[in-house]
């Protein structure tokens, strides 16, 4: 057997080991094609697969990054998605994390993957005060680590599975708090220049990935794990986005397409746009 008919019957098993105990619905299946459509369409609209030949999709164990590993698997299985794909899920030493989860899925499933342990909880717990938000250090420390072992496993990608509400979020965040118009984007290069970080699931939405999890029997480790507080700023946001969806239903993705439409001479950067150089044609 050749080493691509090789791949292809391990990404096939994989596949279907994933899907085993997915639900013969049609509100399922419908969920399914959106997850598939949306994440199809991110990576075109981004580019994702511009020079890529090996993604290293990290995995927490959380609804989302489940979401993304399956959809990335399924879109690869049907030959729409010719990257290689390692999962990797970075034990950072917090209290009672159920080590044996991850692996044990990953194996069962056929999916390559590695399982990095590093005590960054000890870190994190011993630079901030008792009852302090961990959740901003704690992702620096494991975004380093996860661009180490990107390095390390010869991957172009770190593939990550934020999606349309966090990119939302941090907006808002970054707006109310930050002064400053930013988000999450769903393609950006590390500050080395040496990878790319990408965003398949910007364009799904948070509820659809969780009706999706729970369909699929993920076994989910929460993320409460560490005793933090939780991230009151974030929380904040979410709330408010919960809110306006309710009252208007549509915003979201409203607000994520707007994101998209930037008019650069209708907002107030001076080094975004020459206003210098706007001056009125005078008649002859």
């Known amino acids: 057997m050749s080493d691509t008919a090789e791949q292809q019957n391990q990404d096939e098993m994989a596949f279907r080991?994933?899907?085993a105990n997915a639900p013969d619905t049609v509100s399922f299946a419908k969920l399914r094609k959106r997850l598939m459509r949306q994440t199809r369409q991110a990576i075109e609209d981004f580019s994702m697969l511009s020079g890529q030949k090996r993604w290293l999709v990290a995995l927490s164990g959380g609804k989302d990054s489940y979401g993304l590993l399956a959809v990335?698997?399924?879109?690869k299985w049907r030959g729409l998605l010719p990257v290689e794909i390692v999962a990797c899920n970075l034990d950072q030493g917090q209290p009672n994390f159920p080590k044996?989860?991850?692996?044990?899925?990953?194996?069962?499933?056929?999916?390559?993957?590695?399982?990095?342990?590093?005590?960054?909880y000890s870190i994190v717990t011993d630079k901030l005060a008792p009852g302090s938000t961990y959740c901003s250090l704690c992702s620096r420390l494991r975004r380093g680590h996860l661009y180490r072992i990107a390095r390390e496993e010869g991957c172009d990608a770190l593939v990550l599975g934020h999606h349309r509400e966090d990119?939302?979020?941090?907006?808002?965040?970054?707006l109310f708090h930050g002064g400053k118009l930013a988000t999450m984007p769903p393609k950006l290069l590390n500050d080395e220049g040496d990878l790319t970080v990408l965003?398949?699931?910007?364009?799904?939405?948070?509820?659809d990935l969780a009706k999706f999890a729970e369909a699929m029997q993920f076994p989910i480790i929460p993320c409460d794990l560490c005793g933090s507080q939780d991230g009151l700023q974030r929380n904040s946001m979410k709330q408010m986005l919960a809110d306006m969806e309710t009252r208007m239903p549509g915003r979201k993705d409203t607000m994520l397409r707007a994101l998209s439409h930037v008019n650069a001479s209708h907002l107030l950067d001076t080094g975004l746009f020459d206003f210098a150089g706007l001056t009125a044609r005078k008649e002859e």
Do not use: Q, W
């Open 199 to 207: 965003r398949p699931l910007a364009y799904a939405a948070e509820d």
């Open 100 to 120: 044996h989860i991850l692996p044990e899925y990953l194996t069962e499933i056929g999916v390559p993957h590695r399982i990095e342990y590093r005590d960054t």
């Open 72 to 75: 990335l698997m399924e879109l």
């Open 17 to 19: 080991a994933l899907f």
């Open 167 to 174: 990119i939302l979020e941090t907006f808002f965040m970054n």
